[in-house]
């Protein structure tokens, strides 16, 4: 460890590590020599064997929530070197049976400098040679079919446990984005459970597709990783090839690539996967050839075809939703970066009361494509978009406890990316909260994060959450009421303060329906916190005469006395009212 500290001093020399760590992916060994005994040791690559080299090291550490990492290193020092450890770097690649231990300690090595604070910026400089590298190295590892340790890993486990090469690469994936700060990326994938994808040759195109979906939304190194990927589209290699085509065409439907490229140079490789031997790499290739940024006329057709999709909403009995959110959700992925405009607030509006529907899949598919309607609109309608979320905050955290469990992962994605669209300030904990939280604690911390990063909006969490008292459906009812009662009890005051005299009487209606629940919880619940709800009308009623009483002395002293030249200045910049008299009246 220290020798890998003491490189990272020198970043020009720890750029050559991590290069050279990348490139070694690319050894292909045969699957009979891959398959080495866990307790091999793995010797660096980087250095030449040493008569005293330090002992091999193993321990467990934890790079993020729930990662828990083997780490893997042996290391010499170079007794003539000056100021330090000096590295000397290997030969060419080695073939054949020493090729195995080589590419083992690249892959090994590579996810032990991602969690070592002083590679963090080298890191970041490497991210799509590294990406691309690890991408491709575990689609060799499924053809070899060496998969053990895939099915069985326990993420959350705390026993240290030596992983196997194709676990290692897939847990490097996902550190790659957790250590560089592109947390966004891994929580788009985790929440989706899209690292489950690659654990799997048969999921594992989906698994890229989905992953470069989610860099493109985020707008993750980009510009680096297509310049990376085109590379790879002219590699003899299919693997190579199927990576690389899967990733811009994703890019070419989330991102404005005309800033980092020309739609002639586009065109160009888009065209040289056409003739690709691999069918896979030429569908996606005329997919890409097809997409809005290179047909442009197209955007204007989708537009109008998504507005007629719109009118199906208001129809009375809608004919399969599922399958016209579906439609309307491909729509927007083929539209991309160049958005729908001002339809992206219609479609937020008719997909918010479909968050209640009956029917599971209905409830699920809305509150996902929600997620993507929110960030839909452009720069014009971000505002707009932003305030709708707002309203959505609610019932969707209600529907964090709903009773499918697809659901809940879905609605656990669409509440996050409204946390990061309105900028909460526990963004990154929320997600830790809502991928790895368990139990009442769990829920605690996410009740936490929405209330205290919506400061004075206390009262309209309220009001919105009021209504699903009123809901046949126990599950939310219950959330409900436990959300309830800690506005109540936790923001009192505040409430005493911004509550209006019309939500007092809302307030004090839906506590009234609970008298006569015939649910005991509920009649309990009413109990408990009806002494609230009537120190809150009452303490609302002093305040409206304490108000009234003080605007009447006002009003009587002003028209007993002429005005003063200041009270002529003031009336000409008037002070803004005291935020309760703004509300009261």
Known sequence: MPLWKALATNSRLARKVVTLLYT??????????????????????L???????YPLQKSLTFGGPGEARVVWQRVSLDAESQGGASLRLAPDPPQGPRAVPVLLQALGTIYELLYIREYKATVRWAFAGILLGLLTQLHYLFELDVVEGMSDYQEEALEAKALSPCRTCLEALKGLFWTTNYWEVFAHVKLLRGWELFEHLETYT???????RAMAHYDCEVKAVLGQAVIFLKSPEERDNIVAILIITEFLSGQELTQYMSRRTIDSFLNLGLNNPNPLVRAMSLKGLCSSLMQPQKV??????????????????????????EILGDVLHQLGAQGVGAVSVKMAQHLLPLFEAEQEGVRGGAILLYGDVIYSGGKKFRQALKSHAFQALVPLLFHLADSCPEVVTKTKLTFLRCAILLKWEFRKELFSKLAWGHGPGAENDVFIYMVESNF?????FLMQALVYLDSPNRCLKLTAMKFIGGILQDYF??????????????????????????DS????????????????SQSHDASSQLLESSTCLTVVQALSSPPSCADLLLNEHPTPAHPAIRILF
Not at 28 to 33: A, H, K, M, V
Not at 497 to 504: A, R
Not at 521 to 536: A, G, I, P, Q
């Open 24 to 45: 070694k992916l690319k050894l292909r060994p045969p699957r009979e020599l891959i398959k080495v005994p866990v307790q091999a040791e793995l010797v660096s690559l």
């Open 47 to 53: 250095v030449s064997p040493s008569p005293a080299p």
């Open 206 to 212: 989906e698994g890229v597709t989905l992953l470069a």
């Open 300 to 325: 204007v057709l989708l537009r109008n075809q998504l507005t007629g999709l719109l009118d199906s909403f208001l129809k009375p009995q809608p004919q399969d939703l599922l399958g016209l959110m």
């Open 456 to 460: 004075s909006s206390y009262h309209q």
């Open 493 to 518: 005051t505040d409430l005493c303060f911004y509550l209006k005299k019309g939500d007092v009487k809302t307030l004090k209606k839906y506590f009234e329906m609970l008298k006569q629940d015939p």
């Open 521 to 536: 919880v509920s009649r309990k619940f009413y109990k408990h916190f009806s002494e609230d709800v009537t120190e809150l």
